[in-house]
């Protein structure tokens, strides 16, 4: 009989999940460890050689740590559940002219899900994740907040997460430093572990070429989509190689010459249109979010002024924000450039994760 309950670890083989189980262990946990095959290499159309939380390699690291400590160790395929929800979604979301953001839905309705229904299966009171992020519990709701390590915070890729969830679910790691981590590591005996490199990718598109993704998925897409019009300052200047192809922001790779850089602003799908614009024209103050979801509050108060980001690596905004017919009207204190449709808008009151939701192509008039 363990001292505090029984836990479900999810490890990616990586150091910060396998920490994560070697500390609830030693903390009197039983742990039990689970690795989830959400997708393989062959699948996606890359010719890379397997590496990251799906491949053998990362399996049998999960599984040296569990062996070492002496708790069972699972390997859940997820390929089939994966590959409808997010892959599809993320195909989805290029073709209606936005930029997906696949980890946040992959958190909300793969892997929590499958964590708790497999935790539910073999008596786990909680489920735990090398997440850099904390929770805490007032006014009778569990609130995500920000990681120690504010340089690794993971707590926009978590906004999409419910009460019930949150009230089964531990963060280990989020009150240390990434190098405490590490040292951890190495104090165990688990050198390789320290020192294995991480990956940033989306972990269906191991090169991180997204374009090359969609024509494996859709091989008639590339002739389908070829030869829509470039408009720049309402003219038209030139050919692009498809709509699909292109992100708001994007400067690089645009293959067309107009004296000064020019950057998406718009993306067109009903006409196979992208259009141009300066630094300046992808400056915005006011955008719309769909499909939210509050964590810290359970309805957001009137005039609510946070902290919004953007996309992960966005510092944030001061934004006025309020609750209108289903979606989020976010009035910005200051311009923020690039808003891409599809992506997060994440909203922070100090550390805390009030809650977010996706980027919407309309803005309230």
Not at 235 to 241: A, I, P
Not at 351 to 357: E, F, H, R, T
Request: hydrophobic share 35%; charged share 25%; proline share 3%.
């Amino acid at each position: 009989m363990s001292k505090h309950g029984k836990v479900l670890v999810a490890m990616s083989g990586g150091i910060d999940s396998s920490v994560t189980a070697m500390m609830l262990h030693e903390q009197g946990y039983e742990v039990i460890g689970i690795t989830m095959k959400t997708w393989d290499y062959e699948s996606s159309g890359s010719s890379k050689r397997e590496t990251g939380c799906c491949s053998l390699d990362s399996i049998n690291d999960a599984r040296t740590m569990a062996v070492t400590y002496g708790f069972p160790h699972y390997i859940l395929d997820i390929r089939g559940e994966f590959g409808e929800s997010i892959i599809n979604n993320f195909v989805e979301e290029y073709l209606a002219g936005r930029t997906p953001n696949p980890c946040v839905l992959c958190n909300t309705h793969i892997k929590w899900d499958a964590l708790l229904k497999r935790a539910d299966m073999l008596d786990c009171e909680f489920i735990a994740t090398g997440h850099y992020a904390q929770i805490r519990e007032e006014n009778n709701r569990k609130i995500i907040y920000k990681g120690l390590d504010q340089s690794k915070d993971q707590t926009y890729v978590l906004w999409g997460l419910g009460q019930e969830s949150l009230r089964r679910t531990m963060f280990p790691l989020g009150n240390f430093k990434k190098t405490e981590i590490k040292q951890m590591a190495k104090d165990a005996g688990f050198y390789d572990l320290a020192n294995k490199s991480e990956s940033y990718d989306i972990c269906f598109v191991p090169d991180n070429d997204y374009r090359q993704f969609l024509k494996h998925r859709m091989p008639e897409l590339e002739a389908k989509v070829d030869g829509g019009n470039y408009i720049f300052k309402g003219k038209n200047v030139g050919k692009h190689r498809g709509y699909p192809f292109y992100t708001v922001g994007q400067r690089k790779g645009l293959d067309i010459a107009l004296g000064a850089p020019v950057f998406v602003k718009e993306i067109i799908p009903e006409t196979n249109t992208v259009i141009l614009g300066d630094k300046e024209d992808l400056e915005e103050n006011h955008l719309t979010v769909r499909d939210f979801n509050l964590i810290k509050y359970e309805t957001l108060p009137e005039d609510f002024v946070g902290l919004t980001k953007i996309r992960y690596k966005d510092p944030g905004t001061l934004a006025t924000i309020n609750a209108i017919d289903n979606k989020l009207d976010v009035i910005f204190h200051a311009s923020v450039n690039g808003v891409a449709p599809g992506q997060s808008a994440v909203i922070y009151e100090g550390n805390d994760l009030v809650g977010g939701g996706f980027i919407d192509r309309k803005k309230f008039l």
